[in-house]
């Protein structure tokens, strides 16, 4: 088997490589105030086609948690994909997103748990936003019955530099 060469998509996902500073809002209920949290992020590349971004941060009850969000590209489907898993959640959340023509938002859609509780499913998109070399934001969205869109987190990424 012949490995293929990587892609421009490839290559947007790399500009996530390296060390991460966080700060994260989110919502936890229509009647509570946002939660706020830090954390940190390591992001790392499996080969060069895959990165592997493992998090770290306060969960809601103040107990730290971790996640890992694996990113690649499929060019037989034209796709961005990946997965999403957390300590704090039972559900892997699979990843299928593309690039908006600016390239520097990347939507990804996923299928969920949904926020009523009851065992139904719901539509969700995790949106990362390139703003410069340095720094990202990444969104999440979930669709509810009616086919809105409604923001319930967001976190602020600082790229970690050394400055001795």
Known sequence: MQIPEPTLEHKWLLRLLGDWNLESECMMGPDQ????????????????????????????????????????????KQRFVGTFVSACMTHMWPYDGQLDAARNVLTLDSEGPSFADDGTMAKYHDIIEIIDQDHYLLTSKFQSPDGTWTQFMSARYTRVTDKA
Do not use: A, H, I, Y
Not at 47 to 53: D, E, K, R, V
Not at 64 to 75: A, H, I, K, Q, Y
């Open 33 to 76: 105030p946002p939660s706020k949290s830090m954390g940190k992020q390591s992001t790392r590349s499996l080969g060069s086609f895959w990165t592997l971004g493992e998090m770290e941060n306060d969960g809601p009850d103040g107990q730290p948690f971790r996640s890992l969000m694996t990113l690649g590209f499929d060019p037989v």
